[in-house]
Structures are given as C-alpha cells and as structure tokens.
C-alpha cells in the first residue's frame, strides 16, 4: 500500500525537494532538521554543471547529470511561479580555462574527454573570448564554453520550497533524529529529545551525517564521507562576469558564479575527512588569490561571506538511492552535485516511494 504519511531526515535541497515531491502528491511529510538548508545547501554555488563535473574516471555519471540539468527548467519554473520566490536559475553557460601553460593543457584534455563522450562544447580563441568575457585574465588566452552548463540559487530555491511546502502542510522539527527502527507496520522514529514518530514511510537525506544515524541496514547503505568544501562571497556592483568561469590556476581548481544580484560565488576547497563547517584562513587565501588570477577585477569586489559545507562523497562516487524493504529509503553520495540533483533524485524518489517504480530510476545505483 501506497504509504501516506512519511518523515524526511534532512532538510537540505535533496529533502526539501522530496517534500515537495511528496506533498504536491497528497502525502502527509513532517521533515526533521536542527536546521534546515543551513548545511552544504547553504553552501553551494549552486552550479548546473553536468558537463563540467563530468571528470577522467567519473565519465559513468555524465547520463545521470545531464538527466538532471534537463529536469530544472521545469523544475524551476514549477516552485517560482507556486512560491513567487526568484530562485535565480539563470542560462549563463560555463567557461573552462587555465592560466598556466600546462593549466591550459589540463582543460584541453578535460574538454577533448567531454567531445569524446558527445557532450556540448567548444573551444573559444582569445579574440572571442575577449568579446564575450572581456573581465578575465589576459593570461587566458583560451577557453572551452560548455553552453548548457547554467547555474540556480541555492538558498532561495529552499526558501521556495520550504515556503511551498509549509503552505501545503508540512511540519519542520528542528530537531535531529537519532534512531529508525523498522517496525511490522510502519517505522518508529526518535528524535535528540526522546520524541517519537510513528510513520509509514521514512526518507534519510542526511547527507553526509547519514554515518550516525542508528538503525539504518549498514549492509545495505554505503559509507558517505564528509569533504569540506570552503566558500567565497563578494559583491560586483559592475556585474562583470557573464558565465560561470570554472578555471585552473597552477594546478588547483576555483570557480566563479556570477549571479544576476551582482553576488559573486567563489569556491571551493576539497578537504577529505573534515567533519567541521570553520573556515580555514588558508582556504580563503588561496581561493581570493586564485580567483584573481582569473579575473583582475575581484580586487575591488566587497567581500561579504565565507562559509563552508559538507559534501556527502563515496568511495565509488555514484550518488545511490537505498531501499531497505518498503519502509526506509537513503538517499546519499550527491558529493559535488547536490543541487544539480535534488530535483531528479526527488522525482524518482518519489515514483519508487509511492508507485514502486520511476521510468528514471536506472540512471541511479538503487540498492535494495
Ligand atoms: N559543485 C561544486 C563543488 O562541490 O564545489
């Protein structure tokens, strides 16, 4: 039977997303979290890059991104017009570039794997690059725009849906659960201050706190390790980047979102095994001093905010959806993709919830 009243862990993009998914579909969802999207939802830049997350050695996720950035326009369409909330989903496209000789040569590489795979791309030479870039580097002397590659606000597409699902009759705990235990009809669910819930259905998108939530099947669902992520923000009154610009600088990787509000998103760190959201002082100056190097012009920007975020990574990198019989169901390992796939991981959630099946569910490792 088809379950009517589920609790979410976790109110990040992804959960938020199945709330959504859940609730437009008559579903009874309470969705608990201390904090909702105050975790990497926060933190992310909120880039669609389906193409140019498509790296040497993860080439078997390309169908699965490029799936999910062709969900988001209706998605995004779908809760600003129900939640009148600009979510700032903007068709940019993305720049690839390197500053370096050999930075140069690793981005040529990176856009001669996306043409083999069939991915859009296209190499731009310095003197178009000026016209449609004029802000970058003169040290760039080339680039490769992956046109459908755009980017969203991640903090106000959840402020959307939260807004949306509140008024459709969601309620948020803040609280954090601590315990599942499968019972023979129904899950019971406990919560940091002993509170019980009784359900029919539970959706774990915990991201990478999922490792210490007791009484999930650790046979079942895979491992997530935290990777810290450390984040920029500035203002451009000038608005003077056009794309999102994802570059190598010596070697190390800084991207920058230019959002359609002047904000200007600079990230991010990789940093294994950190299970705290500080800043270190030298992920903000090794990002301000790369990004730089990029576009001369961040100089003058005002600087208005590091966070950090982090991402729920696993070892073979495919995000899964884990069904442990018909009452529990894991969502994890979206790593550097989250926001890109919120929406198609909800979607497909939501069918297996609730109908057992999602013409898209093969796009996923699904765990049962
Ligand atoms: N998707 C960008 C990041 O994880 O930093």
Redesign the pocket.
Known sequence: MSPRRVLIVGGGLVGLSCAYELVTRGVTVTLVDPAPALGATRAA?G?L?AVS?THFGETDHAPLLLSAAAAWPAFAAAIVAASGIDIAFHASGTLLCGVTQSDRVEMDRLAALHLNLGLETREVNRSELRTIEPSLSARITRAHLVSSDHQVDGRATAAALQAIVRRLGACFVPQSVISIAPQPSGVTVTDNVGHTYEVDHVVVAAGSKVNSIEGLNRDLVPKVRPVK?EILRLFDPQRSLRHVIRAMVAGRSVYLVPRPNGEVVL??TSFENSDDETVRAVAVFELLSDARSVFPGLDELSFMEASAGL?PARDSGNPFIARDGDRITVLGGHN??GILLSPITAAVAAGLILEGAHPQADLFEVLT
Do not use: F, S, Y
């Open positions: 830049a880039m890059g997350e992520g990230g991010a991402r550097r993709n």
